[in-house]
């Protein structure tokens, strides 16, 4: 069973930066892809970002060139760092552990975290 702690949410004004963090048990890091989905208001939970054991990383759209997903393994660890944030990235982020990389849909993620909410005003 692995167990994901996410931490580094709150308030900040568009523009800002937050960083996330997920704080990873349970198996050993370095095995698992890891990911960051997120769920705004009235939406469905869509992919934001991940990173595969072997360092390849993939982003959404709407976040490349804002965000960068990395891992520390020394650490169990992995970040999400948000740059330039907007009104619409405002939503619950999630770390997703063993993202197995067949897609970006949820079906490919077996382990949760409860989430982080970020709020971003304008």
């Known amino acids: 069973q692995v167990q994901l702690a996410e931490s580094g949410g709150g308030l900040v004004q568009a523009g800002g930066s937050l960083r996330l963090s997920c704080a990873v048990s349970?198996?050993?890091?370095?095995?698992?892809?890891m990911g960051w989905f997120r769920q705004a208001p009235g939406k469905e939970r869509e992919f934001v970002a991940a990173?595969?054991?072997?360092?390849?990383?993939y982003y959404a759209d709407s976040v490349k060139g804002r965000f960068t997903i990395s891992r520390d393994n020394a650490k169990n660890t992995v970040y999400l760092q948000m740059n330039s944030l907007k009104p619409e990235d405002t939503a619950v982020y999630y770390c997703?552990?063993?993202?197995?990389?067949?897609?970006?849909?949820?079906?490919?993620?077996?382990?949760w975290g409860k989430g982080t909410l970020v709020t971003v005003s304008s």
């Open positions: 997703a552990g063993d993202w197995d990389g067949s897609s970006r849909y949820e079906s490919a993620v077996d382990y």
């Open positions: 990173i595969s054991v072997s360092n390849r990383l």
């Open positions: 349970g198996r050993t890091f370095r095995t698992l892809g």
